[in-house]
């Protein structure tokens, strides 16, 4: 069974700071992806991470892949009160066919001024 | 256009009634999810879709019934549910047959069973 797990759960930061999200995976998926969630809201697509080595950014954030270590990190650069959310990372297992994703616990960030 | 939509966006049932909850998306994705989501708890699947067929059923209970009339649209209809299905339920597609499968997700509907 595929196990994804992130740490850490919960992450309180200074508006400013810098932060990484982990994100280990026990398969050899080399599709792994990344989600935000606003309290009461549906899940945004952040980052798709297809192959080993793959480092995508958006404003702030950066993700990227690790396949060999089953290893995803999503850094934060001077972290903004916008940030604050829950953030998924999420691995694709379906071997091209079962479409299904086995997402991690989520890591609830707070971003305090 | 890369929006899910669902309806209604809330829904409170008796343990008795029967109700339907609605998605649809039009970009022309041929797979589409069906997760439900307590609070402070990542997503869990509970049908998946593929080319109007169902593909993956999670052992979900029969008193929700999925239904996918078309390539656009997605139900799951909902009979004698217990308070404990209180949840967010959300809708997703992605394409099918595909290098990768990023998955679109609708607001969610709010369903409280009373």
């Known amino acids: 069974e595929l196990k994804v797990e992130q740490n850490p759960l919960f992450l309180s930061m200074q508006e400013g700071k810098n932060y990484t999200i982990y994100c280990n995976y026990s398969t050899t998926s080399d599709r792994l992806y990344w989600y935000r969630q606003d309290p009461g809201k549906s899940l945004e697509s952040l980052f798709v991470?297809?192959?080993?080595?793959a480092v995508k950014q958006e404003g702030r954030l950066m993700a990227s892949l690790d396949t060999k270590a089953r290893l995803s990190t999503l850094h934060i650069t001077a972290a903004v009160h916008d940030l604050s959310a829950t953030y998924f990372c999420?691995?694709?297992?379906?071997?091209?066919?079962?479409?299904?994703?086995?997402f991690g616990k989520g890591t609830l960030l707070t971003v305090n001024p | 256009d890369t929006e899910v939509t669902q309806t209604p966006k809330h829904l409170v049932m008796g343990m008795t009634n029967k109700k339907s909850l609605k998605c649809e998306q039009h970009m022309g994705h041929r797979a589409m999810y069906w997760y439900k989501q307590k609070a402070k708890k990542p997503p869990e699947l509970m049908f998946v879709y593929s080319y109007e067929k169902l593909s993956i059923n999670e052992s979900v209970p029969s008193r929700f019934s999925p239904e996918c009339p078309n390539s656009s649209l997605l139900n799951l209809h909902l009979h004698a549910l217990q308070p404990e299905d209180s949840a967010l339920y959300l809708c997703?597609?992605?394409?099918?047959?595909?290098?990768?499968?990023?998955?679109?997700f609708g607001p969610g509907t709010r369903l409280t069973v009373t």
């Open positions: 999420a691995v694709d297992d379906s071997g091209g066919s079962n479409y299904k994703l086995t």
């Open positions: 997703a597609s992605s394409q099918a047959h595909s290098e990768y499968y990023e998955q679109y």
């Open positions: 991470l297809l192959s080993n080595g």
